[in-house]
């Protein structure tokens, strides 16, 4: 597949409008994507194990969209073939007071993956620049000097990502981030089908009808986000997510690449540890025969 379709320019500033979330590349209906799809994830599985005894990258994965794109849903298919000992998910919802006495970064810091594993990362710290924005009275709550919360917090903030980015990078953290691309109108219809199926009436939240009248500022502050924060480091990818088995077929093809472009390779054993293992060998032979 190809993936160029999906990345935001770094310096360049673009529309939502211009990315088409109805998009499914070559694929026509889910079946025609599903074997592509079990590649992947057997290809991902192999890749993890590599990382993992490597030992010295960590893939960070950020997911970032509206309500109801699908981001636990691509989570789950894309990570349905990884070793759990591997993997961390984190999903960052509103601050506890404990978080709130420190920096916006502090909790996400605390949550980056250790070397050899996948950290995911279930929305993060871009809230800071996206709901905060949208909704102003968050700063209040976050106890922010006066002086500090002028017209260019959200300028500064673009740039203490890039920073924060840019020094996970400089560690050996690869960050992936990923916008699920969902329309308004199919948004509408996934809230419908979560009142109308008994077994999601649990995830449907007033809350969330009533953050799609902020849905032209949400798309105003996305964009401005693409525009200050896809970097050559750590650029932003609009995966269309209209079509959930799309959406998790392009996300899967994309971490498969990613991983596979740093060249990961199991630890080799120096030639003192050979001999000393094909002692061991002999001995467990021979306790074999005895």
Known sequence: MKHAEYLVPPGRRIRIEDFDSSFTGRF???????????????????????????????????????????KDGAIKHVMSGVNPQGVQVFSFKAPSE?????????????????????????????????????????????????????????????????????????????????????????????FLDRIDAPEKNWKFSSADVAEREHWDEYMRAYEDVFTHTSTKWAPWRIVP?????????????????TL???????PKVSEEAQKALQEQKRLLEKQADS
Not at 35 to 54: H, K, M, P
Not at 241 to 257: C, E, G, P, Q
Not at 260 to 266: A, M, N, P, S
């Open 98 to 190: 404990e978080e709130l006495d420190h920096d916006y970064l502090w909790r996400c810091m605390k949550a980056l993956p250790e070397r050899g594993r996948i950290g995911i990362f279930n929305r993060s710290y871009y809230e800071e620049v996206l709901v905060a924005r949208v909704h102003p009275d968050i700063l209040e709550r976050q106890r922010i000097p006066k002086a500090l919360r002028s017209k260019n917090i959200w300028k500064d903030r673009f740039e203490d990502i890039n920073n924060f980015e840019r020094y996970l990078t400089r560690n050996g953290i690869v960050v992936l981030k990923f916008f699920l691309n969902v329309s308004k109108d199919e948004q509408r219809q996934r």
């Open 28 to 70: 026509r209906k889910k079946e025609d994507a599903q074997a592509v799809l079990d590649r992947d994830i057997r290809r991902l599985s192999a890749l993890q194990d590599v990382l993992y005894a490597q030992n010295t990258y960590a893939l960070l994965v950020i997911f970032q969209a509206m309500d109801a794109a699908g």
């Open 241 to 257: 997510a209209d079509h959930k088995w799309f959406t998790r077929v392009a996300v899967a093809d994309i971490i498969v690449s």
């Open 260 to 266: 596979e472009g740093l060249k990961l390779k199991y």
